[in-house]
């Protein structure tokens, strides 16, 4: 009886163990050669283990290279502390205040170094609904794992022997094309409630389903999202429309009812026959735009999804009896207010989509001078971009975008030519502006 009662607890304590080993997968199981991670990363754990430290890439580049796709950027996971990582790179900086983080420049390339993460306690600083606020707690590479989202994400590459090690069943999960939660969800949400909008994210971009003990939980904690920081916000609805996936998120989002707590204003968006074909057609653009390879402008992103409630407050000025042009201005401050207080959009990219959306009226002026003042604005090409999808959801008439097609690509006379006759009354503006010739004095001579 002895025996075995000893037997069963050297049996639990082993097996206790057992779960804090990683699986060590080999190359010639995963085939990710250390050359296809950026030198950059190559280079920065290299020097770490020179200085005695453990250094692996980490996360999303691993489990992108795990599916095929080719990662966005590479982060580091270590041992060291922040300091002993800024004192071992000299172009280095730390920055973050929930939890420090370190930036190390290599070239063109900059990488984000984090030091192992330790087990939250009850000393940890949180707010009323449990959310993380202060997270500068450091612990074993094992901690640092299971604080990791995602089964996908808590996996780590040492470029040094090519192995992946795996502390989570991450690789399996990926092979049955599950995203997985580490630990109880909604422990996990009220920690950080980022992680749904990440879940829907990485689900539409990788084509993983969503585990079920992760997804229940997220439409009945979406409220938790009213707690977290505007800029934070802004930043994970960024990724999402830049993801090369949005139409798929966008979609999601609104299923797991998760698009009030981020937009407040997307589920009437979507609920607009005309809205929601607009936004569809501009997220679909940008999807085609993120796949080949170009830029895309976080300005015209927010300028699309927001500009049917600039219509709708628009249309409600100019009816009380609002000039036109005050009007849309008044109606652009209107709705940049009320999604301020959910997004940190920043001046410089609330000025862009100011920008985009004051060259609309513009685009109906087809005589005179100024269609040619119009080529001649810096934002021109994004607000005539915006027309195009204007278009292409059936909001103007064609025609007005075909006539700009042809004449930003005609040569001058065919300008001219293409110019509309202005109206009566333009031209009595016009001449109404023109200066009188001054009265004759005294010093005149007489002619």
Same mark, same amino acid.
């Given at each position: 009886m002895i025996r075995k009662l000893i037997s069963r607890v050297f049996s639990g304590k082993k097996a206790q163990a057992s779960r804090h080993e990683p699986a060590v997968i080999p190359v010639s199981s995963h085939g990710i050669t250390r050359d296809r991670i950026s030198s950059g990363s190559r280079r920065v754990c290299e020097t770490l283990q020179e200085h005695g430290f453990k250094a692996y890439v980490v996360g999303g580049a691993v489990r992108d290279l795990l599916i095929g796709a080719d990662p966005k950027d590479f982060d580091v996971a270590t041992n060291a502390t922040p300091e002993e990582v800024r004192r071992a790179f000299r172009r280095s900086r730390i920055i973050g205040r929930r939890f420090q983080i370190v930036h190390v420049m290599m070239g063109q390339e900059t990488l984000e170094?984090?030091?192992?993460?330790?087990?939250?306690?009850?000393?940890?600083?949180?707010?009323?609904? =449990?959310?993380?606020?202060?997270? &500068?707690?450091? +612990?074993?590479?094992?901690?640092?794992?299971?604080?990791?989202?995602?089964?996908? &994400?808590?996996?780590?590459?040492?470029?040094?022997?090519?192995?992946?090690?795996?502390?989570?069943? =991450?690789?399996? #999960?990926?092979?049955?094309?599950?995203?997985?939660?580490?630990?109880?969800?909604?422990?996990?949400?009220?920690? #950080?409630?980022?992680?749904?909008? %990440?879940?829907?994210?990485?689900?539409?971009?990788? +084509?993983?389903?969503?585990?079920?003990?992760?997804?229940?939980? !997220? %439409?009945?904690?979406?409220?938790?999202?009213? &707690?977290?920081?505007?800029?934070?916000?802004?930043?994970?609805?960024?990724?999402?429309?830049?993801? =090369?996936?949005?139409?798929?998120? !966008?979609?999601?989002?609104r299923d797991e009812g998760l698009h009030h707590g981020l937009l407040p204003l997307l589920d009437v968006i979507l609920e607009q026959p005309m809205g929601e074909k607009f936004v569809m057609a501009a997220l679909a653009n940008t999807d085609d735009r993120v796949r080949r390879g170009k830029g895309t402008s976080p300005g015209f992103l927010f300028a699309t999804l927001l500009w049917h409630e600039v219509l709708a407050h628009w249309e409600k000025l100019k009816a009380s009896g609002e000039l036109k042009i005050p009007a849309l201005y008044q109606a652009m401050d209107y709705v940049l207010d009320v999604q301020s207080e959910k997004l940190a959009i920043t001046r410089r990219i609330a000025g862009d989509i100011k920008d985009i959306w004051s060259l609309q009226p513009r685009f109906e002026q087809r005589a005179g001078k100024r269609p040619y003042a119009l080529l001649e604005q810096p934002r021109f090409r994004a607000g005539y971009d915006f027309l195009l999808l204007r278009a292409q959801a059936g909001e103007i008439d064609n025609e007005v975008a075909e006539w700009w097609t042809e004449f930003q690509n005609a040569d001058g006379n065919q300008r001219g030519e293409m110019l509309l006759p202005e109206a009566a009354g333009d031209k009595k503006k016009r001449r109404r502006k023109r200066k009188k010739p001054a009265a004759a004095t005294a010093d005149t001579p007489a002619t």
């Open positions: 170094v984090t030091t192992f993460r330790g087990t939250l306690d009850e000393k940890t600083k949180t707010d009323e609904h =449990g959310r993380v606020l202060h997270d &500068n707690v450091f +612990g074993s590479q094992a901690e640092d794992a299971a604080r990791r989202d995602f089964t996908a &994400n808590a996996l780590y590459y040492d470029p040094a022997t090519e192995a992946v090690l795996d502390y989570h069943h =991450g690789v399996g #999960d990926l092979k049955a094309r599950t995203l997985r939660m580490i630990g109880e969800p909604r422990a996990r949400y009220r920690e #950080d409630p980022v992680r749904m909008l %990440r879940a829907v994210r990485l689900a539409a971009k990788l +084509g993983l389903s969503i585990d079920p003990e992760a997804k229940k939980p !997220i %439409r009945e904690m979406a409220d938790l999202l009213e &707690n977290v920081p505007a800029a934070r916000l802004f930043d994970e609805m960024l990724k999402l429309l830049t993801s =090369g996936h949005s139409v798929k998120c !966008i979609t999601q989002l």
